[in-house]
C-alpha cells in the first residue's frame, strides 16, 4: 500500500524539499544585502534534484567487519556563489532585486508543486472511497 | 523543514535594520546638539553588520544578520568660531557632530527598504508554511 502511494507522489517531495531549502538560501541573501563582504549564493536546482532523488553517497565496505555507514546526510546541494553584475565595493554581491524575484518565482515553484501534490492525495482519496 | 529558518534569517535581517533606523533617527535628531568639547560633541553612529550562521543542519547553510556593535564615525567635527555661543570654549569655538543628513537620510530610506523585503519574504514564507500544513485536506 505505501508503495503505491509513493508512486502517486512520485519525487514531489524532494521538489519541495529543495524548493525550501533554496528559498531559505534566497532568504538569507535578501537579509544580507546590507551585510559587507556577504556572497549571494544559490544552489542549481537540477543538479540538487538529481542528488535528491539519485542515490546518496555512500561510504563502500570492502572487508566484512567494516561499518557500513547509515547514509552520509552532511551530502546536500552543491551551493554556488552568483557572479554580481555590479560588484560594489564593500564586497557584497547581492543583487536584491535579482534575489526578490528569485524568490518570488521560487515561492511560486513550490506553491504549484504543493497544488499537485494535493491533487494527487485528492485522486488517491477518490481512489481509496472508490467515488 | 528548511523554510522555520526563513523565520530566524528574516527575523534577524529586520531587527538588524530597525537598529540601523534606530541609530539614523538618533543621528538626525543631534544633528544640532552643539558641544564645547571635541569629547562631549555627539558622534554619528553607524551598526555595524556581519554575516551569522544561523544553521549548518547537514547541508542547509543559511545566515542571518548580527549587529556586531554600533560605532562613532571617525570623521573629524566641525568647528564653529561663535564666542557669543553659551556653549563656546575658552577660544570662543563651539563644535558640531559629524552627522552628514544626507547620508542619514539616504540610510533610512535604504534601511526602510531593506525591512520591507524582509517583512515580503516573510509573509511569502508563511503562506507557503501554511498552504503545506493545509496539504491533502
Known amino acids: 500500500m505505501p508503495n503505491i502511494i509513493d508512486k502517486a507522489i512520485g519525487i514531489m517531495p524532494e521538489h519541495l524539499s529543495v524548493y525550501g531549502k533554496r528559498s531559505s538560501l534566497l532568504a538569507s541573501n535578501i537579509a544580507n544585502a546590507n551585510t559587507p563582504g556577504y556572497k549571494a549564493r544559490d544552489i542549481d536546482f537540477r543538479a540538487a534534484l538529481a542528488q535528491a532523488g539519485g542515490e546518496q553517497m555512500a561510504l563502500k565496505t570492502t572487508r566484512g567487519n567494516h561499518i557500513a555507514d547509515a547514509g552520509s546526510t552532511m551530502s546536500g546541494p552543491e551551493i554556488l556563489y552568483r557572479t554580481p553584475l555590479q560588484p560594489s565595493l564593500d564586497g557584497n554581491t547581492v543583487d536584491s532585486q535579482q534575489e526578490k524575484a528569485r524568490f518570488t518565482e521560487n515561492a511560486i515553484r513550490y506553491q504549484s508543486t504543493l497544488t499537485f501534490l494535493g491533487g494527487k492525495f485528492t485522486s488517491l482519496k477518490l481512489a481509496i472511497k472508490g467515488e | ?137
Open chain 2, 1 to 137: 523543514m528548511s523554510l522555520f529558518n526563513i523565520f530566524s534569517i528574516s527575523g534577524s535581517a529586520m531587527s538588524a535594520e530597525s537598529l540601523r533606523l534606530n541609530t539614523t533617527a538618533s543621528n538626525l535628531a543631534n544633528a544640532q546638539s552643539i558641544g564645547s568639547s571635541e569629547a562631549t560633541t555627539y558622534r554619528a553612529k553607524n551598526p555595524v553588520f556581519a554575516a551569522m550562521m544561523q544553521s549548518l543542519q547537514g547541508d542547509n547553510v543559511s545566515f542571518g544578520v548580527e549587529v556586531k556593535g554600533v560605532v562613532d564615525s571617525t570623521t573629524p567635527l566641525e568647528t564653529r568660531y561663535q564666542p557669543e555661543h553659551p556653549m563656546a570654549n575658552e577660544e570662543g569655538y563651539v563644535f558640531l557632530p559629524n552627522v552628514n543628513v544626507v547620508d542619514e537620510m539616504a540610510n533610512m530610506i535604504s534601511a526602510s527598504r531593506a525591512y520591507q523585503s524582509n517583512v515580503e519574504v516573510l509573509n511569502t514564507s508563511k503562506q507557503l508554511m501554511m498552504a503545506t500544513l493545509r496539504l491533502g485536506q
